[in-house]
């Protein structure tokens, strides 16, 4: 029996449940006739935070903290099962544990509605092993920057 192709692979069990995760988090949206409830998109933030194991868990607890202090405006929610913040209706920020695509660290990602325009290149993801004093000055001015 030959090798099965990597490339014609398809999605990864992964990509699948992330998919999966999207699907239900827009059937959720249109099920809501008015406005978004915050504290209902709030717990569900929470309830993921609290299925992370660490040090993913306290990094995500610290950045919703975080973004809460900077702007208790932006609006947590889950995006492909991932905690994200939105500004205006758009996604602006995530974090993807480590665990959700098996990589080596979690990540502070930013779409392209982040104001993080920098010239012709620059970075939109951020690789994030542990919580301290660094890590937190320099997200702070990247989402200060991201929601200005």
């Known amino acids: 029996m030959a090798k099965k192709d990597k490339v014609n692979?398809?999605?990864?069990?992964?990509e699948k449940l992330a998919m999966a995760e999207r699907a239900k988090e827009l059937a959720s949206i249109r099920k809501k006739v008015s406005?978004?409830?915050?504290?209902?998109?709030?717990?569900?933030?929470?309830?993921?935070?609290?299925?992370?194991?660490?040090?993913?868990?306290?990094?995500?607890?610290?950045?919703?903290?975080?973004?809460?202090?900077?702007?208790?405006?932006?609006?947590?929610?889950?995006?492909?099962?991932?905690?994200?913040?939105?500004?205006?209706?758009?996604?602006l920020l995530f974090f993807q544990e480590r665990r959700k695509f098996k990589t080596r660290y979690a990540t502070v990602?930013?779409?392209?509605?982040?104001?993080?325009?920098?010239?012709?290149?620059?970075?939109n993801a951020f690789a994030v092993v542990e919580w301290n004093y660094e890590v937190c000055?320099?997200?702070?001015?990247l989402i200060t920057i991201a929601i200005s």
């Open 9 to 14: 692979a398809g999605f990864t069990d992964e």
């Open 35 to 91: 406005k978004p409830n915050l504290e209902d998109s709030e717990k569900e933030v929470l309830l993921k935070f609290s299925e992370m194991g660490e040090p993913d868990r306290t990094i995500a607890t610290n950045l919703h903290a975080l973004i809460k202090e900077i702007d208790a405006r932006l609006t947590p929610r889950t995006w492909y099962g991932m905690p994200a913040y939105e500004k205006n209706g758009s996604v």
């Open 109 to 123: 990602g930013f779409s392209g509605k982040a104001n993080l325009d920098n010239g012709t290149i620059w970075p």
């Open 137 to 141: 000055k320099r997200l702070k001015e």
